[in-house]
């Protein structure tokens, strides 16, 4: 059982191609556009399961690029300070995106995967 409450997860991906890959996954799986943020948008895969392609010329930062597991929670800050105490490293303490409306912070697995701890500011169940 998880520390803290997971409301949703979603799978970020990177992508050149945006137009392209909201055509395939709008019009040819009838995935359901749940979220578009202009540069991202977020699909739902299943109930509270979802994938999201964001528009980058190349990944961000180190270790396995190209994808992010992301998990929504209101209690970042919890999570945060649960997994500190249990000796994880973050990439930096949670902080506010403007950009996105998000509170989130980021942390690698074992693997070297990105993985985030996010709450959205506005939540697009608001939306589905």
């Known amino acids: 059982m998880p520390l803290h409450t997971i409301e949703r997860q979603i799978t970020f991906l990177y992508t050149q191609k945006l137009t392209e890959t909201a055509h395939f996954y709008e019009n040819l799986l009838h995935l359901r556009l749940v979220l578009d943020q202009g540069d991202c948008r977020i699909y739902e895969t299943a109930p509270r399961a979802y994938v999201g ?6 990944p961000e930062g ?9 998990l929504t929670t209101p209690q970042v ?10 000796g994880v490293e973050f990439e930096h303490p949670p902080v506010l995106n403007p950009k996105y409306q998000i509170y989130h912070c980021f ?11 996010q709450q959205f500011i506005q939540s697009f169940d608001a939306q589905e």
């Open 53 to 58: 392609f964001c528009k980058r010329m190349q």
């Open 77 to 86: 800050d919890d999570w945060y300070q649960s997994l500190s105490a249990l």
């Open 107 to 117: 942390l690698r697995d074992p693997n070297g995967y990105r993985i985030e701890i």
């Open 62 to 70: 180190e270790g396995r690029e190209g994808v992010i597991l992301t």
